[in-house]
């Protein structure tokens, strides 16, 4: 075996400081507890060691894959009733936003997930340098996956190559995309995420020239690239942008989180140490354009996005990698962490009946007036019996937005009248 060269005089170097890529600040998400079993705490070598049961991490992902089918975030559902209540709104973006919360609504009974695709299971973990498992973490997180798609009414969207043509549906959501990162101490903290195939078919890598890399060019081409996001990801969307990377595949990872907001806490400046920053300025300058693209919500209008993160990485100086993605309407994350005192899981909105207007006026139809303190079974009870320029079935298939608003497409093209130019796109899933 050759032993490695040894360089005569070797160049002094400073010392090394290690400086993230991705340097967050502090968690300020809300967590509930929902186990304490499984946990505790051993003396390994003078340290205290976090010992995690294979069962809590198991537990913690079926949970998570629950939680997420049904519930939403309350900032998502904030943005909902934020539509309804402004004024620039078209009709038709709060016709879109009006039935995605009474879908959340229907979600949140438990019974019906909140879209009929309901995802690849994701899942990414960071495990601190402080934590033992008993091994193939991997397994035991697809497990709690699993048991969520199996145990609940959500639909197996995967399929397994038999060859390179024949296809079968592995009937149980797997396999689910697992990464376990090392970082951190005495914590085990981790992202899940149900994408569905429409909104992942909206993700796009573009290799671009560093020639694009001024004020203009990169607005023009940004633009450019949006517009063709088109409406089939179910919008308003979560639109998350990343230029830059250290390779095509960090770039789009990173349009994932950002997508997930999981990047939210990133510093907003760049440093030489090439540390990922968001541009805040950016993220309301594409904003603003998406909202005079005209798209809106659907079918004109000025809600095609929520929101808009843009991160700036770090890259080779003769390639820049340009990411574009979106999470959609069924804006499906949850966070989780396993530390010393438990079990921890992002507290998601349990009651999204708080963001339906009190009184169903805004689109101009018949007003119903709903009493916001009954049981949710006596709330959808009577946002069935007076739906509004559509109809709401609580029973037989499940109802997402999108269907409503491909009903009123229908109408649109019975009665003759145009359609919006960009409506090119077939429905994504
Ligand atoms: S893109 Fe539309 S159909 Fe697909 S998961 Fe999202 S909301 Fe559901």
Do not use: W
């Not at 997180?141 to 296809?167: F, I």
Request: proline letters at 7%.
């Amino acid at each position: 075996m050759n032993a490695p060269t040894a360089f005569p005089d070797p160049k002094p170097v400073p010392p090394y400081k290690h400086t993230p890529l991705f340097p967050l600040g502090p968690d300020t998400t809300p967590y509930k507890k929902i186990a304490t079993e499984g946990v505790r705490v051993e003396k390994v070598l003078g340290k205290d060691m976090l010992v995690v049961s294979r069962e809590a991490l198991r537990a913690l992902s079926e949970a998570a894959f629950g939680d997420i089918n049904h519930y939403l975030r309350p900032g998502h559902l904030k943005q909902l009733r934020a539509i309804l209540d402004d004024k620039e709104a078209s009709d038709n973006d709060k016709f879109v936003a009006l039935d995605f919360l009474k879908n959340a609504n229907i979600a949140a009974g438990g019974v019906l997930p909140m879209c009929q695709d309901t995802g690849t299971a994701i899942i990414m973990g960071k495990k601190g340098s402080r934590v033992l498992t008993d091994g193939d973490d991997e397994a035991a997180l697809s497990e709690g996956a699993r048991d969520a798609y199996l145990r609940r009414n959500l639909r197996y969207s995967q399929v397994a190559p038999l060859s390179m043509y024949e296809e079968k549906n592995t009937a149980n959501n797997m396999p689910a995309q697992c990464e376990i990162y090392a970082e951190g101490d005495d914590a085990y903290k981790f992202m899940f995420m149900a994408k569905g195939g429409g909104s992942a078919n909206k993700s796009f890598l573009f290799q671009a020239t560093p020639s694009v890399l001024t004020k203009d060019r990169m607005l023009a081409f940004l633009k450019e690239k949006v517009l063709t996001l088109g409406t089939a990801a179910c919008p308003p969307y979560h639109l998350a942008i990343v230029i830059g990377g250290t390779s095509a595949e960090l770039c789009m990872k990173t349009v994932k989180l950002a997508s997930a907001r999981y990047l939210d806490a990133l510093p907003t400046h760049g440093s030489a140490d090439g540390n990922a920053f968001r541009d805040l300025e950016m993220e309301q300058e594409i904003l603003k354009m998406t909202q005079s693209l005209g798209v809106g919500a659907q079918f004109g209008g000025k809600y095609f996005c929520h929101d808009v993160r843009v991160i700036r990485l770090p890259r080779h100086g003769a390639s820049l990698p340009i990411g574009l993605g979106v999470s959609c309407s069924a804006d499906r994350q949850v966070l989780g962490k396993i530390t010393k005192d438990g079990v921890y899981l992002e507290e998601l909105e349990h009651n999204p009946a708080q963001y339906l207007p009190a009184v169903e006026q805004a689109l101009g139809g018949e007003v119903v007036k709903i009493d916001l303190n009954q049981p949710m079974k006596d709330i959808l009870a009577t946002l069935s019996k007076h739906p509004i320029k559509t109809r709401l079935s609580l029973t037989g298939t499940m109802i997402v937005a999108r269907d409503s608003a491909h009903a009123k497409l229908r109408e649109r093209l019975e009665k003759g009248e145009p359609l919006p130019g960009y409506f090119k796109n077939p429905p994504g899933d």
